[in-house]
């Protein structure tokens, strides 16, 4: 199977592919909203594996600043990485993960970050588990609930792509989780 990673920018996404996106997300992930293809708030862009007209995989990528003390930080915020169930183990994901990381050094973004519990898989992609405590506003059912602030319990990681080191401090993510 020859498969194409392309990315697309989330203003020109349209329905037919907002749908497969739906529904390959509440294939690969319990109690994912039923019909959308996003969790919390849009993301920036996102990368599809295809082959043919099939989508077979697909990362979301948040694009923005983050903060720890007076620093800041320009990352890609990952979310929703996932491959259709008979793709899995094919080496998609890791596709979509290397296509994104040479699209992050171009342009110049510090460090990918994201929220799992899939650790051995991204740690085989050279991330590291960070313990710093977050804060960010807490957003769900399509509403903001508040600020929140606290440690995200072994689910926080990086990727540093620049000369900057991982902040040891308390980072502000300056918007929703991942």
Known sequence: MKIQIRE?????????????????LQGSFSGYPRGKHFLHQLPSFR?????KDTLEGHVAIHHRIISCGE????IFGISDLCVTEKSRKTGIATDLMTKLEQMAVEAQIDFLVLVTNVHEFYAKNGFERAENVCRWVMVQNNKSLGLVRRRVEDGLMYKKLSDLDWPNGELDLMGHIF
Do not use: G, Q, R, W
Request: hydrophobic share 50%; charged share 25%.
């Open 8 to 24: 697309i920018k989330e203003y020109k996404l349209d329905p037919e592919m907002a749908a497969k996106i739906a529904y390959l």
């Open 47 to 51: 990368l599809l594996a295809e082959s």
């Open 71 to 74: 620093m800041i930080y320009n």
